[in-house]
């Protein structure tokens, strides 16, 4: 099936959003097919008519979920060219204009942010994990527990089964309150060695990952999403399933031999997963390893 096609499927099964709330979307959408038109065939020969201007004559709001990619619709004579489809990489930019219109979440620096991911086949893996990465989480994997220490002083605790003793740290936090907001200032951030991880092109791809699995503002996601939608090697495919077979957006890249995929909600473009570790079955705020939200 056709990307058109599949998208007027789409919009046939999902209601579509009001137009106020996509003045944004539709603006950059366009901007982008603009970019990625074919250029003009040359003019023909003075005897033969020539070719009329494509002319933008409306705009059709489909129903991509919630969102919605727009689609312009041209008047053409029998001999102009078919206006390409949208790349799939500008779903992103929908995505990101559904959630930054979504309210922000701002978790206390002593709480812990729960999640559950799951597999088909029954794994799963629970974990605590303390916002500013400063308090000790926990962490369950089909029943066996652990515990996560918080980076304190520079310093975290090795558990006694690992050997006892402390090592060097910085603390690994699971909310970012002042991420960028704006994408080249996003992709600065990510190209830092924050944690030591480096700053290589495998080291900003897992980086990237690791801030989609976070719990960011609206804003600052809506950025992410932008600055994923420039990687030229990025897929986005629609009309997919997370591996519990939730419909899903599959957004997927590789970097070197290391492929990278999760999977959004086709509605809302909340994170429900990434290839590997399953689906994101539960999450939320609590206030003390243990609770579940």
């Known amino acids: 099936m056709d990307e058109m096609q599949l998208l007027r499927d789409l919009g046939n099964e999902t209601p579509a959003p009001a137009a106020a709330d996509l003045t944004g979307a539709r603006a ?76 922000e979440l701002r978790p206390r620096e002593d709480q812990f942010v729960y999640s559950k991911q799951q597999r088909p086949d029954g794994w799963y893996y629970e974990q605590w994990a303390s916002v500013d990465g400063t308090h000790d989480g926990r962490y369950s994997m089909n029943g066996q527990e652990g515990t996560s220490p918080g980076c304190r002083g520079g310093k975290r605790a090795i558990p006694a089964d690992e050997g006892g003793g402390a090592k060097n740290c910085i603390p690994f936090r699971v909310y970012y309150p002042d991420l960028p907001t704006k994408p080249d200032a996003v992709l600065a951030y990510l190209r830092e060695d924050t944690r030591g991880e480096g700053t290589g092109a495998h080291s900003v791809n897992v980086e990237a990952m690791n801030l989609i699995e976070s719990v960011l503002a609206p804003a600052a996601r809506a950025a992410l999403y932008e600055t994923l939608a420039k990687i030229p090697e990025l897929t986005v495919r629609t009309g997919t399933q997370d591996p519990s077979g939730r419909p899903a957006v599959t957004v997927s890249w590789t970097v070197g031999d290391l492929p990278l995929e999760f999977y959004l909600d ?28």
């Open 28 to 103: 950059k959408l366009l901007a982008g097919i603009a970019e990625d038109q074919p250029a003009p065939p040359a003019a023909r020969p003075p005897a033969t008519r020539p070719l009329r201007r494509l002319a933008w004559t409306g705009g059709v709001a489909v129903g991509l979920a919630a969102a919605a990619a727009v689609i312009a619709v041209v008047a053409l004579s029998p001999a102009a060219p078919i206006a390409p489809a949208p790349p799939p990489r500008h779903v992103l930019l929908v995505a990101a204009e559904v959630v930054r219109a979504q309210p």
């Open 266 to 293: 086709p509605k809302t473009y909340e994170f429900l997963g990434r290839e590997g570790s399953g689906s994101l079955v539960a999450h939320g705020i609590v206030d003390k390893v243990g609770q579940k939200p």
